[in-house]
């Protein structure tokens, strides 16, 4: 079992940048996959970047490739997001979520979630 707590969230203005941090428990996050996805207001949740294990992979949505970075520190079990060049589209709630093992791009390809926490982007 894992828990998963994101922090980082808030208010920011358009071009500026957030980083978003996912504490993770247990002993053996190093084997799960990591990922991070985004519900906009009125919208489904969507894909936003995922990690390996090891975080020799990474992969990331169209909309965020070039502007966002998924990263992981095995040691301190916590994944980030480093968001820069912010846009108002990008404002959601972001959630964190995990998987025993690979890598996924889909929602339902995940085991555990985060509460989430809002970003917004607004002058």
């Known amino acids: 079992q894992v828990q998963l707590v994101e922090s980082g969230g808030g208010l920011v203005q358009p071009g500026g940048s957030l980083t978003l941090s996912c504490a993770a428990s247990g002993r053996t996050f190093s084997s799960y996959g990591a990922g991070w996805f985004r519900q906009p207001p009125g919208k489904d949740r969507e894909f936003v970047a995922a990690i390996s294990g090891s975080g020799g992979t990474t992969y990331y949505a169209n909309s965020v490739k070039g502007r966002f970075t998924i990263s992981r520190d095995n040691a301190k079990n916590t994944v980030y997001l480093q968001m820069n060049s912010l846009k108002a589209e990008d404002t959601a709630v972001y959630y964190c979520?995990?998987?025993?093992?690979?890598?996924?791009?889909?929602?339902?390809?995940?085991?555990?979630w985060g509460q989430g926490t809002q970003v917004t982007v607004s002058s």
């Open positions: 979520a995990a998987v025993v093992a690979g890598i996924a791009t889909t929602a339902n390809g995940y085991n555990f």
